[in-house]
């Protein structure tokens, strides 16, 4: 699966424009800011930079509330977004749960198409990461470390059915592999385990073990992008062992089903505004992301095709 196909639509430049005329809706009390997942992943950091820039700036007369609702692979956020009594007041932090997850439990209810796009941000890459102490460091080390487990070679990500763990389905499919996955309910969780030895491998977004990555903790030996990183120079792309496969974790911001048109057009003027700031572009650097800014047109049918790639990675194919 050529997962640059996915991410050709609506590129950004730094150049872009606000709306022509700033929205005359404002909020009215602070803004739930709903993260997708748990403390201290990729969402999450996100949110809290988002908040800090906006306040920094002076941005909105009320402040953004980040609130995290990660349990069952996103469903709790996904359900109290539908559910939200101020659809005005709600918005959340997304990452690619926001596909699989209606895909994986359709008893929810949900259907993303209800909900309001509002800003792409950008996308993450993903690698593989292991610990130092484990003496890899190749992925051809990494291979027969896991073979020679029989079984018992233990990952971990975040959730179950979503990024983390299609990534390793992905390796396991394609390199025959056997191994354990433990879902925790955030990246931040997820890049601690594996300092703590408490799991042997992780598909960590940069920004995620980042920490510990300095530390010398974690070192990365794969990575999911189409091409290498200037982060991790040396660390081979997954393209260059014989498979046609990247992937990437969306970072968006979506409003709740039945936001008024106004809303909708103040909160895109904001992040539009926060996109284009010096910050946000520096995060993207430090943090290893790829703008992909989308306006709420182009966000609909990126969701279609987002949910098509997804029900075949699920599917196995």
Do not use: C
């Amino acid at each position: 699966m050529n997962m640059l196909k996915t991410l050709a639509i609506g590129i950004a430049a730094l150049g872009l424009s606000a709306p022509a005329a700033m929205a005359e809706w404002q909020p009215r009390k602070p803004i739930d800011f709903v993260i997708m997942a748990g403390p201290g992943g990729g969402a999450d950091r996100i949110a809290r930079f988002i908040q800090s820039v906006a306040e920094k700036k002076n941005m909105m007369s009320r402040p953004l509330i980040p609130n995290n609702k990660g349990g069952g692979s996103g469903a709790e956020s996904l359900i109290w977004l539908n559910t939200a009594n101020d659809p005005d007041h709600t918005i959340l932090v997304t990452l690619n749960s926001f596909f699989t997850t209606p895909i994986r439990q359709p008893d929810l209810g949900i259907d993303i198409q209800t909900f309001t796009p509002i800003a792409m941000m950008g996308v993450d890459p993903f690698a593989l990461w292991v610990h130092t102490d484990s003496g890899i460091e190749t992925f051809e080390q990494w291979l027969e470390a896991v073979k020679a487990a029989d079984g018992e070679y233990i990952t971990g990500g975040t959730g179950t059915g979503q990024e983390d763990s299609i990534v390793f389905a992905y390796l396991d499919n394609a390199f025959d592999l056997k191994t354990k996955y433990i879902p925790f309910d955030g990246g931040g969780a997820v890049a601690a385990a594996l300092a703590g030895k408490q799991i042997m491998a992780t598909v960590n977004n940069p920004s995620e073990a980042r920490g510990f990555h300095e530390s010398g903790d974690v070192r990365p030996i794969l990575v999911f992008s189409d091409e290498q990183m200037d982060i991790y120079p040396g660390v081979p792309a997954l393209k260059e062992k014989g498979h046609d496969f990247s992937y990437y974790n969306q970072r968006a911001i979506v409003g709740a089903p039945g936001m008024s048109d106004e809303a909708a057009a103040f909160y895109v003027n904001l992040f539009t505004e926060v996109f284009n700031t010096e910050e946000w572009q520096n995060y993207l650097k430090t943090e290893a992301m790829s703008a992909l800014w989308m306006n709420p047109e182009e966000q609909r049918a990126y969701w279609n095709l987002q949910m098509q790639v997804h029900k075949e990675l699920l599917a196995g194919k």
